[in-house]
Structures are given as C-alpha cells and as structure tokens.
C-alpha cells in the first residue's frame, strides 16, 4: 500500500478566511512533505519534516503554516491567502528524508477569491 | 532557472510502438533521477529511477537510460498501451542533501492513439 490521502480535494476560500489542508499516510514512513504546483508547472517543494520536526521551510510565506501531529499526519494551515497563492497542494511522503522515492496524496486544489 | 528540462510539451505515439520521453538536466550534482507518471486529478505515481552510477535500468516496459556526459536521460516505454496516456515528470536529487529535495521537470503529455 502506498497511498497518501489528502483531504479536501478542492477548496475555496476568501482572502480573509483560515482553512487547514490534510495529509494522511500509514506507510510508517518518518519523512512527510507540501509541494505547491501551479498550472503547467512543475510541482514545487514548500517544507519538509523528518520524524515530525521541520526540516525544510523553503522560504514560504507565514501565511501558510505547517504542522506534523504525529508520525502519520500532516497539516497546512492556510491564513490571510492571495489570489496567486491558487493552486494545487501536493502531499508527499518517503520512508526516511534520506530515501530516494516519494509517494504522493492526489492533492488539494485551492482557489482563493 | 530550470535545472531539470523536458523539452517536449506533448508526444503522440501509436498503440504498440516505443515511446521515448526525454529530460534534459544542467546540474552535475545531481546523481539520482526519478520519473513519475500523472494522471489528471491524481497525483504523481513513481514509476521508475535510477542513481548515477548505473547507466540503465528496466522494469518490466518501461527503461531508463542515463547518459551523464550529456546530462540527458530518457525514459523508453514499449510496447505503449492507452493507459500509458499520462503527463510524465522526470526529477532529480542529489544525495550529499538527504534526497529530500526533489527538483521536477516541466512534463510531457504522452498521448497513445489506439
């Protein structure tokens, strides 16, 4: 089984709203990750974590907020977007940090009003 | 700066021949490369990859062939089925980093005609 789930699949919100986006693997993988991909582009790294702590915050604005509960979960929290910030969030994850293969979520396709 | 290219947008390919999709990368620190596959409203599917020191490696249809010198890699499909219709995403690591950074090429849209 090498499923990632992401939940919502599709989001609309306003520029004043906060919503969470969900991420879900029970792979026992140890490495979880947010990429962003815009339309007709190549999908693009946002944050790493390694065994539940930040790795990785690849200069991501504040107003999206990441958090790992646990091994399993991963969160986007989502504050105060703009329009550009629509796009689709892919969730990914991998046996360890050090692994070579990541496994992705189908994604959540955000619009911001 | 694109460091990881796919130059070809789109490729069209009859039901059973090969299929050659090429990725084309500029930094020489890169010595693991991956290709995944994406379906529309699904995400990537890892498909194949290959580390630096090999020069091929196969699974089942699909083969990737890396040639270092030229930077370049390509992945071989044959013989292509109608469910081999997908956006395909080369991408490249570099190990002395974790792996963690996966840097995507910009896709081809493969399309098998029946």
């Known amino acids: 089984d090498t499923e990632v789930t992401q939940t919502p699949k599709h989001l609309v919100m306003g520029m004043t709203n906060k919503k969470s986006l969900k991420c879900e693997q029970h792979m026992g993988h140890r490495a979880m990750y947010w990429y962003k991909q815009k339309a007709k582009k190549p999908p693009e790294l946002m944050f790493v974590y390694s065994y539940e702590k930040l790795s990785i915050n690849e200069s991501v604005p504040s107003r999206f907020s990441p958090e790992c509960p646990n091994s399993s979960l991963l969160n986007l929290h989502l504050h105060a977007l703009q329009p550009e910030d629509s796009a689709l969030y892919l969730c990914a994850s991998s046996q360890e940090v050090k692994s070579n293969i990541q496994y992705f979520g189908a994604g959540t396709r955000l619009s911001v009003l | 700066d694109q460091q990881v290219k796919q130059n070809s947008p789109s490729l069209s390919v009859q039901e059973g021949r090969i299929s050659i999709l090429n990725c084309d990368y500029t930094n020489s620190m890169f010595d693991y490369f991956l290709w995944y596959k994406k379906y529309p409203a699904e995400g990537p599917t890892f498909l194949i990859s290959?580390?630096?020191?090999?020069d091929k490696n196969e699974d089942g249809r699909f083969t990737v062939f890396l040639n270092k010198s030229a930077k370049h890699l390509s992945l071989h499909i044959v013989p292509s089925q109608p469910g081999d219709s997908a956006v395909y995403f080369c991408?490249?690591?570099?190990?002395?980093?974790?792996?963690?950074?996966?840097?995507f090429g910009t896709g081809t849209r493969l399309t098998i005609i029946p």
């Open positions: 290959i580390s630096s020191i090999k």
């Open positions: 991408a490249a690591s570099i190990s002395n980093f974790g792996n963690e950074k996966l840097t």
